[in-house]
C-alpha cells in the first residue's frame, strides 16, 4: 500500500465466518478541473502490489493547436489513454480477488467431500463442528458468481475500449470529418462505467486497523502531515503544520524520504493562520480553518495565492465546539473515494457533529448530515467511502466507537480498536489514495493500514 520507504506489515489472515471480501482494491473518482487551463483529474486506483495510482490529463501548456479539431481529437485521445491505464490496474485486482475467493471455493468443496466421506466415523462434536464451518462457506459461492461476472464486465469493457481507440487511431491518420460530439460521448460513458465498477470493489466497511506504523518524531504535542489525496502515484510530496492555532508556516517536502531525513523542503507562507489540526491538501490545495473564525480558506500551492474562501454557516470556531482534546479543532476537513467533507458543530444541532459535502471549486455546502454523536464527546473522526468514522478517545485506549452512513443517513456503535502508541491523538486523517490513517500523536508522525471489507448479499448481488 505505501510504496515508498516505511512498507506496511502484511495483512492479517481473512477470519470466518466469511460473509465479508476484502475489497482493497481501486477507488472510483469523479472529475475535477483545477484553476489552471486543463488539467483533469480522472481515477484514482491501486495497483496489486499495492501502490496507489491516480490518473491525469495535462495539456502541454506552451503548445498551440493549428487546428480545433486536432485539439479537440488529442483531447479525446488522452482520455481514453487514461482509462485504459486504469482499466489494467482494475482487470489485475479484480483477477487477483478471484483467485482468492476460487481457493476459497476448493475449500469449501474439501470440507463437503470430509463430510460425505466420514458417515458415522465422526464424533457428534467434530461432526457439527465441521458442518458449522462448512454453513460458515456457503456464502462464498454467490461471491464466486459475482466475481465471475465482475471479469466478464471487465473483459467487455476492455473490448470496447480497444474498439474505440482503433477508430481513434484511424480518424487521426485520416483527419477528415468525424464527429467529435459522438466520440466523446464514447469516452465518457466507458468512463462512467469504469468508474461504477472500480466503486463497486473498491468502497468497504472498516473492519480493523493495523498497528502503529512511526514515521518520524518531530514538531510538538499538536500538529498535521498529509499527502495530496489526488495526486499522482509519482508525486508523493508531505506537508507538514506543526502546531494548532495561529500558525501560518507549511512545509513541502518532496518525497516521504525527504520527510524522515528532514530534507529537500520549501516553505509556504499562508496568508491568513490557520486554527486546529483538520487541515487537508486536496488536487494541489489546502483547505484549511481560518483562525478566530468558521471561514474555509483554499490555498493553492503552485500560485502561492488563496483561490477562495468562505463560512460555514452556523459553524462553531475558537474552542466552543472542539473535539475531547481541545486545541481549536472545531472544524475538521477530511477527503474521501467521493470527495471533500467538513465536520463541524453548530448551536442548532445542540453541539452534535454535522457531517456537509462541499463543492472543492466554490466551498459550498452541497449536502449536511446531523449525525447526532455529541463532538466533544469524540476523540477524533474521519471519512472512508462516505461514512464517518468517530474514535471515543483521543488517549490510550481509544477504538473506533460510532459509524454515521450518508448513503442511508443512519448509524451503529462500533468497536473498532487501534493502538494509540503515544497516548495523545492531535489530529486523525484517511488518505484514499494510500488507504491509510494520517496521524499526528504527541510529536510523532504515524501511519496506520485500514482493512475495508464488501459485503456481499447470498443472492450474489453487492
Request: with cysteine; proline share 5%.
Amino acid at each position: 500500500m505505501w510504496p515508498l520507504t516505511v512498507p506496511p506489515p502484511p495483512p492479517p489472515p481473512l477470519p470466518l465466518p466469511l460473509l465479508l471480501l476484502l475489497c482493497s482494491g481501486l477507488a472510483g473518482q469523479t472529475l475535477f478541473q483545477s484553476p489552471e487551463e486543463g488539467w483533469q483529474l480522472y481515477t484514482s486506483a491501486q495497483a496489486p502490489d499495492g501502490k496507489c495510482i491516480c490518473t491525469a490529463v495535462i495539456p502541454a501548456q506552451s503548445t498551440c493547436s493549428r487546428d480545433g479539431r486536432s485539439r479537440e481529437l488529442r483531447q479525446i485521445m488522452e482520455k481514453v489513454q487514461n482509462v485504459s491505464q486504469s482499466m489494467e490496474v482494475l482487470e489485475l485486482r479484480t483477477y487477483r480477488d478471484l483467485q482468492y475467493v476460487r481457493s476459497m471455493e476448493t475449500l469449501m468443496r474439501s470440507l463437503d467431500a470430509r463430510l460425505r466421506a466420514a458417515d458415522g466415523s465422526l464424533s457428534a462434536k467434530s461432526f457439527q463442528e465441521m458442518k458449522d464451518r462448512m454453513t460458515e462457506l456457503l456464502p462464498l459461492s454467490s461471491v464466486l458468481e459475482q466475481y465471475k461476472a465482475d471479469m466478464r464486465t471487465v473483459a467487455r469493457l476492455r473490448e470496447e475500449l480497444r474498439n474505440l481507440s482503433g477508430s481513434l487511431a484511424a480518424i487521426q491518420e485520416e483527419m477528415g470529418a468525424y464527429g467529435y460530439g459522438d466520440l466523446q460521448q464514447r469516452v465518457m460513458a466507458l468512463e462512467a462505467r469504469l468508474r461504477a465498477c472500480a466503486q463497486k470493489l473498491g468502497c468497504g466497511k472498516l473492519t480493523g486497523v493495523s498497528n502503529p506504523i512511526t514515521i518520524r518524531a518531530m514538531g510538538s504535542r499538536f500538529g498535521s502531515w498529509m499527502t495530496d489525496t489526488m495526486a499522482p502515484s509519482a508525486d508523493s510530496r508531505v506537508w507538514y503544520m506543526d502546531g494548532y492555532y495561529k500558525g501560518r508556516r507549511v512545509l513541502e517536502f518532496r518525497t516521504l524520504g525527504d520527510f524522515i531525513k528532514g530534507q529537500n523542503f520549501i516553505q509556504h507562507l499562508l496568508p491568513q493562520p490557520w486554527a486546529g489540526t483538520g487541515h487537508v491538501v486536496y488536487n494541489g490545495s489546502l483547505f484549511y480553518n481560518k483562525y478566530q473564525s468558521n471561514v474555509v480558506v483554499k490555498y493553492h500551492f503552485r500560485s502561492r495565492s488563496v483561490l477562495v474562501q468562505r463560512s460555514l454557516p452556523g459553524a462553531g470556531y475558537n474552542n466552543t465546539f472542539p473535539y475531547s482534546w481541545g486545541g481549536f479543532s472545531d472544524m475538521d476537513f477530511m477527503v474521501d473515494e467521493s470527495g471533500l467533507w467538513a465536520v463541524y458543530t453548530t448551536n442548532q444541532n445542540a453541539g452534535n457533529i454535522v457531517v456537509s459535502r462541499l463543492d472543492p471549486h466554490t466551498l459550498e455546502v452541497v449536502r449536511s448530515w446531523d449525525t447526532g454523536y455529541p463532538k466533544r464527546s469524540a476523540g477524533e473522526a474521519f471519512m472512508i467511502c462516505g461514512v464517518l468514522y468517530v474514535t471515543n478517545s483521543h488517549l490510550a485506549g481509544a477504538k473506533v466507537y460510532f459509524a454515521y452512513f450518508t448513503n442511508t443517513s443512519s448509524y451503529e456503535y462500533t468497536d473498532v480498536p487501534f493502538h494509540n502508541q503515544y497516548s495523545h491523538i492531535s489530529m486523525l486523517d484517511y488518505n484514499p489514495r494510500e488507504r491509510a490513517l494520517y496521524t499526528w500523536n504527541n510529536g510523532h508522525q504515524v501511519l496506520y493500514n485500514v482493512t475495508l471489507f464488501h459485503v456481499i448479499s447470498t443472492a450474489g448481488g453487492p
